[in-house]
């Protein structure tokens, strides 16, 4: 995923929270909200770059649940977003509060807005596409101010009805759950999600995923790709594994084939293949199986598989994940483990072309162009690989 560049509007040299943020914003934002915008000042004050999936993962939110919050803190002025003539983030403003309390103190200045100035320096790279297009629907609701004496405006917000949400986790009984624990169907479900989590679950954990059932209605088997999703990426927590359900309910996501689809959109190693293959759509199911199989059953690491993709595009106009996988096919059965250990093998085919005395044909002097080129009978190769 593409980093992000935090540009500062005020220049300090170290971490300080404004008391205005803290008297004024601080008592509406949430858990998520709170965490990325002091980790933002943290950020921009050490001059390091991060990205929307750093933050996810320091502080074991979606990247959903922090865009959410990129987006509410814009809401609520503190701060910006910079977007590229494609609509795609990539940059954030963290506004000046100081200059806020002036505003505020003088309410009939010359203007209520303070725009944000103009950066000369050259912008990272965007985020995907599919980034920018969810982007407006992450908006997060804002929590209630409660106060034992609430002001007279306040006591009129606060006897408004207020929207539920359909997701909502209800408080089960312990005989709700008991007899969701005594159903046949649920035995096996528990037995699959324990062998993922490698722990016996606890009623809390038990809980959870009966609401998976009963409130998201989610198939046994999204159920079993959930939980493989969250723990393929280490995170077997389940406040994570709760949060990615309700964002794929929230998708209308109910099978475990776009559950797959949406994932992609936001792989950064997907991103990379496709890139690397020359490809700018998103991967037709066929092709997110070719990666899979790349990046699990081969076990291989992204500086191989993207050496592969290199040669396979110096090689090839067509059948190009076909291609890819015949170089990676190759190099696992060679046993391949480190890009360093595919020297050896160019080394020995090209010392195997020499003792054949055939004349090999004249080399670009490219290193790519040491691989053995294009022998295969792409129909048979890929008859091959469905038939598996």
């Known amino acids: 995923m593409a980093r ?20 004024e914003y601080m008592k509406d934002a949430n ?14 004050n050490a001059h390091l770059a991060t990205s929307v999936s750093d933050i996810a993962d320091k502080f074991n939110h979606t990247e959903k649940d922090v865009l959410r919050a ?6 609520q002025d503190i701060l910006s977003l910079d977007y590229d003539g494609g609509k795609n983030l990539v940059g954030i403003h963290i506004h000046d509060l100081s200059e806020e309390s002036k505003r505020n103190a003088d309410p009939q200045g010359p203007s209520s807005f303070v725009p944000v100035p103009s950066q000369a320096a050259e912008k990272p790279p965007a985020f995907g596409e599919d980034f920018a297009a969810h982007s407006s629907a992450l908006d997060a609701p804002m929590a209630e101010d409660v106060r034992e004496s609430p002001l007279p405006e306040e006591a009129a917000a606060a006897s408004k009805p207020q929207e539920t949400s359909p997701y ?13 624990k005594n159903r046949q169907e649920t035995t096996q479900l528990l037995f699959i999600v324990e ?53 794929w309910a929230e998708e209308g996501i109910t099978t475990p084939k776009q559950a797959r689809k949406s994932a992609t959109r936001y792989d950064k190693n997907i991103y990379a293949i496709m890139n690397g293959l020359g490809k700018s759509n998103s991967p037709t199911s066929k ?16 500086d191989i598989i993207i050496e592969a993709c290199e040669r396979t595009v ?23 483990h480190h890009k360093s250990d ?14 054949s005395g055939s004349s090999p044909p004249k080399q670009s002097g490219n290193r790519f162009h040491q691989f053995a080129q294009n022998n295969y009978d792409f129909a048979a190769l890929e008859q091959e690989l469905v038939s598996n």
């Open 287 to 302: 092709e997110l199986e070719f990666m899979t199989r790349w990046l699990k059953d081969y076990g291989f690491s992204m």
């Open 342 to 355: 595919i020297q050896g093998i160019d080394d020995i085919f090209q010392q195997r072309r020499k003792n």
């Open 314 to 336: 110096l090689a090839t106009d067509k059948h190009r994940f076909e291609y890819a996988e015949s170089i990676l096919s190759s190099w696992k059965r060679q046993n391949v």
């Open 195 to 247: 062998s993922y989590i490698g722990k016996p679950l606890t009623p809390a954990e038990i809980r959870t995923i009966l609401y998976f059932t009963d409130v998201l209605h989610f198939s046994d088997d999204l159920i079993d790709y959930l939980i493989q999703y969250c723990v393929d990426r280490g995170k077997k927590d389940f406040k994570y594994i709760e949060r990615v359900a309700v964002n």
């Open 31 to 44: 858990d998520a909200q709170l965490k990325v915008y002091l980790y933002l000042l943290r950020m921009m």
């Open 70 to 75: 990129l987006k509410y803190w814009e809401k």
């Open 168 to 180: 909502e986790k209800p408080s089960y009984t312990a005989e709700q759950l008991r007899a969701f």
């Open 4 to 23: 992000l560049t935090i540009y500062p509007d005020n220049h300090v040299d170290s971490t300080v929270v404004s008391n205005l943020f803290i008297d």
